[in-house]
């Protein structure tokens, strides 16, 4: 009988230290001891509609939906500036544009014809990495300054392979007018990748000029996976910025004319490939638990490019425009063991991965200057409400609109690129974005309590607010 109970008692504490361990695994993924990589995948142009997990009918992005299965899909997160430029200084400097001078009632972004670009006194993403011994790199588009001292090799990027600024830039055919403008854009000279003389760039040199952009995304894709293998061993931040689906459209030869939605979606789901492919090479090296992957754009859709622009689903207007569908954006974070998968109907932004990036890489949040990024990781890793509660939505240096919890007020209203003719309102037009993301409802009589609370979010933040002097004025 002794021996029995010997014996019961012995596969008894066997099967709890078992399970033991097995909660101890559950609990500690492969990885948590190592440093996080950081990768963020950063489409131009794509709208807040145009992927199939955000209701796109015929668009097939497979892989991001996967992605968006298996973590957060954010539905209310923005970008800094509905255009390229402050848009891409915001993420990664983690501040407002108007603070650096990224933005410009003259020039809305940089052209191969302007002086300046990023200030050197400025802190990106790449340099707070390397305070913790990252090794990082930009591929793709640039677009913050295209003379040496601004390309991302003197911006804390230890690699760069792409195009300075957009792929419709360097055009060979003059616009002498807006009209002659979108002329342009119905003729079949926007076809043939020797009417855009843009350059290729690795590090500091010319490889290839004009870029052949019918294999560009491709060539991208590839650099990013040939990267990851390279650096596996060491902590890494990716910084892939695809040139498209900003006009004009390429697509390489895999892809062409395989999606519904035509030439745009044939682009789309060629860069929804390379995700696939990024994805499946931080698998193949073990490193996909300690891997954090965002994927988002940097504007809304260039509506007035017709079927060869996207889709901002519900949201209202596109590009160029401080409406919803010109800052708002798909945004999917991905990390397995992580990030805790669900839908987040909380507000970010992508200057909190600045903060958020920074925070988990244990390196110190500047103090020197106001950073407007938050920490998102207690909603990423706990799902815990955000922290943010208020946008700013400015056009060149002036506020047009700021949201504040459900609410968002217009001050100033005007079309993306022509009319509707810029309008000044006051009392500003109220829109409660839960209930009507598609702003049709202007809810300001209604809303008297919730408009002086914005006007007083307005006069504090313009308070504070020291401009940076004007970087995309000067061209010529």
């Known amino acids: 009988m002794k021996n029995k109970l010997v014996l019961i008692f012995t596969i008894l504490s066997f099967t709890i230290v078992c399970a033991q361990q097995q909660t101890e695994t559950k609990q500690e993924p492969q990885g948590q001891d190592k440093p996080l990589n950081f990768v963020i995948i950063f489409a131009d142009d794509l709208g807040y509609g145009d992927l199939s997990s955000y209701g796109h009918p015929t668009i097939h992005t497979q892989n991001l939906d996967q992605m968006a299965a298996e973590g957060q899909k954010w539905t209310n997160f923005y970008v800094g500036a509905s255009v390229c430029t402050p848009s891409r200084a915001a993420l990664l400097t983690g501040r407002l544009p108007i603070r650096n001078g990224m933005t410009s009632s003259v020039n809305r972004v940089l052209h191969p014809d302007s002086h300046n670009g990023l200030p050197q006194d400025e802190i990106t993403l790449a340099e707070q990495l390397k305070k913790a011994g990252y090794t990082t790199a930009s591929i793709g588009k640039w677009h913050l300054g295209h003379k040496e001292e601004y390309l991302p090799t003197n911006q804390g990027f230890d690699y760069y392979f792409g195009i300075p600024y957009s792929n419709d830039m360097d055009n060979i055919i003059p616009f002498r007018s807006s009209q002659g403008y979108i002329d342009f854009w119905k003729s079949e000279e926007k076809k043939n990748i020797n009417t855009f003389n843009v350059p290729l760039i690795r590090n500091t040199e010319i490889v290839e000029r004009p870029a052949n952009q019918n294999t560009l995304t491709k060539r991208y894709n590839e650099e990013a996976v040939q990267f990851i293998r390279q650096n596996k061993d060491k902590p890494f931040f990716l910084y892939l910025a695809h040139n498209l689906p900003h006009v004009p459209l390429f697509a390489s030869k895999d892809f062409l004319a395989t999606s519904k939605r035509g030439l745009y979606g044939d682009v789309v789901e060629e860069i929804d490939h390379g995700v696939g492919q990024i994805l499946a090479a931080l698998k193949k090296n073990g490193l996909d638990e300690n891997t954090i992957v965002v994927f988002t754009s940097d504007n809304g859709p260039w509506l007035i490019m017709n079927e060869e622009g996207g889709s901002a689903g519900l949201l209202r207007e596109g590009k160029g425009s401080t409406w919803e569908g010109g800052m708002r954006e798909p945004c999917i974070f991905w990390g397995p063991g992580r990030i805790q998968p669900g839908l987040v109907t909380q507000i970010g932004t992508t200057m ?62 005007e079309g993306a690129y022509g009319p509707p003719a810029r309008e000044e309102h006051d009392p500003p037009l109220l829109y409660n974005l839960e209930v009507d993301p598609s702003e049709k409802y202007n809810v300001a009589k209604s809303h008297p309590d919730i408009i002086k609370q914005i006007k007083a979010l307005v006069k504090s933040h313009n308070s504070g607010l020291v401009k940076g002097e004007d970087q995309l004025k000067d061209r010529g």
């Open 352 to 413: 909190d991965l600045f903060t958020t990036f920074s925070k988990l890489a244990n390196v110190p949040v500047p103090d020197d200057r106001k950073i407007d990024g938050i920490d998102l990781g207690q909603t990423l890793f706990e799902k815990k409400p955000s922290k943010r509660k208020e946008v700013f939505y400015y056009r060149g240096d002036e506020l047009y609109a700021v949201r504040l919890g459900a609410f968002k007020a217009h001050f100033i209203t």
